[in-house]
């Protein structure tokens, strides 16, 4: 079992920024690729943004490419998304995600924290 407890989550104003952060524990962080997920209001789960066990390699989706950093350090066994130039539509709840070490899939689920971008 991998336990994940987001934090850093909050209300803040179109063109700012926030950094989420993701505490793990459990098995071997490190043995994970990690990913970063998003649900607004109404509206489905979304990809937001992936890394590699040794964030050597990173994925983004098209709506936050160049805004938003994901990172990780695996000595302390934490994932983060440095978030830049918010826009409303960045408003949701974040997900920090664990896959499993075979497929793409999904295998742990963090609690989410929310993210208000207010215009």
């Known amino acids: 079992q991998v336990q994940l407890v987001e934090s850093g989550g909050g209300l803040v104003q179109a063109g700012g920024s926030l950094r989420l952060s993701c505490a793990a524990s459990?098995?071997?962080?490190?043995?994970?690729?990690m990913g970063w997920f998003r649900q607004a209001p109404g509206k489905e789960r979304e990809f937001v943004a992936s890394?590699?066990?040794?964030?050597?390699?990173?994925t983004y989706a098209d709506s936050v490419k160049g805004r938003f950093t994901i990172s990780r350090d695996n000595a302390k066994n934490v994932l983060y998304l440095q978030m830049n130039s918010l826009k409303s539509g960045d408003t949701a709840l974040y997900y920090c995600?664990?896959?499993?070490?075979?497929?793409?899939?999904?295998?742990?689920w963090g609690q989410g924290t929310q993210v208000t971008v207010s215009s």
């Open positions: 995600a664990a896959y499993n070490t075979v497929t793409t899939t999904v295998d742990y």
């Open positions: 459990g098995r071997t962080f490190s043995n994970y690729r």
């Open positions: 890394i590699s066990r040794i964030g050597s390699s990173t």
